[in-house]
């Protein structure tokens, strides 16, 4: 079985895209930048307090064979957000109870849903105003509908309308396919389009099943931390809104009684 950890957390997260903005896109405003896309524009990241991960398929590669092994096909929702799971503590299970042949595997396939529930606020929230300064700090939640890009009239990248003002509620944040301008980029690992959702496959370090012997728990391990980020702007001389965009979380991989993989997402500038 897989056991989902938090806090550093799993299989699962780390297909979270990102998208960048260049520098270009906003005059920098007079703050102490961040790294994010959104950081770096005067916007707040936080660790949201709910972070909703749907597995729906997860295979492991034979180091033999170089064939994917399938251990789990179904829909498994998880989540990783701090209002659920404590800091190392198991926020689900996957594959409870599947096995695997005798082998080493030495790869892993997951493909989860490109639908995140999110649910966080920040309230000091602010952002470029276009005329080389930036806005008043503003509440900005989750709970908004639709999709903009940023900036307006391109090119640019889609970003999730949030809510501003109120109080959070959970919202669906949706990775857009490729062809709409965003990269879904995470370092090592390779993210496609499958059948509408996303498809990661990866190396980890190998592990090994003995014949007549009870397949080893995999542990994956996410950091969640500052995974959402958000953004006050103006956008027109007479209005703000705020939007929020989804970053990638550290994952560890770790079978039971071996080493551990670590995947450090980085953002790609296109």
Not at 39 to 55: D, H, L, R
Not at 68 to 91: A, H, K, R, W
Request: proline content about 8%.
């Amino acid at each position: 079985m897989i056991n989902i950890n938090k806090r550093r957390i799993a299989v699962f997260g780390f297909v979270l895209s990102s998208v960048i903005f260049t520098t270009e896109v906003f005059a920098q405003p007079p703050c102490t930048p961040g790294t994010g896309p959104f950081t770096s524009q005067c916007g707040k990241a936080i660790t949201p307090t709910k972070y909703v991960v749907t597995v729906k398929y997860l295979a492991f590669r034979n180091k033999d064979t170089g064939e994917y092994v399938p251990f789990f096909s179904g829909s498994t929702q998880i989540d990783l957000g701090s209002g659920t799971v404590v800091s190392g503590g198991v926020g689900g299970i996957v594959g409870d109870g599947a096995t695997l042949d005798s082998g080493t595997y030495d790869g892993i396939r997951v493909i989860i849903s490109r639908d995140f529930i999110m649910n966080g606020s920040d309230d000091t929230v602010s952002g470029p105003d276009g005329i080389g300064g930036y806005t008043n700090e503003t509440r900005c939640s989750t709970g908004g509908t639709g999709k903009t890009l940023l900036p307006p009239g391109g090119p640019g990248y889609t970003v999730d309308n949030v809510l501003m003002n109120l109080s959070p509620v959970d919202q669906v944040f949706s990775i857009p396919p490729e062809a709409d301008g965003v990269i879904n980029a995470v370092d090592g690992l390779k993210v496609v389009d499958s059948s509408g959702d996303i498809q990661v496959t990866a190396s980890i370090n190998s592990f090994t099943v003995l014949p007549g012997a009870t397949t080893p728990d995999m542990f994956a391990d996410f950091d969640v931390k500052d995974t959402v980020e958000f953004l006050h702007i103006a956008i027109d001389p007479l209005t703000t809104a705020c939007f929020g965009i989804l970053l990638p979380p550290v994952i560890t991989l770790t079978p039971e009684g071996g080493n551990s993989t670590k995947f450090e997402p980085k953002l790609l500038i296109p």
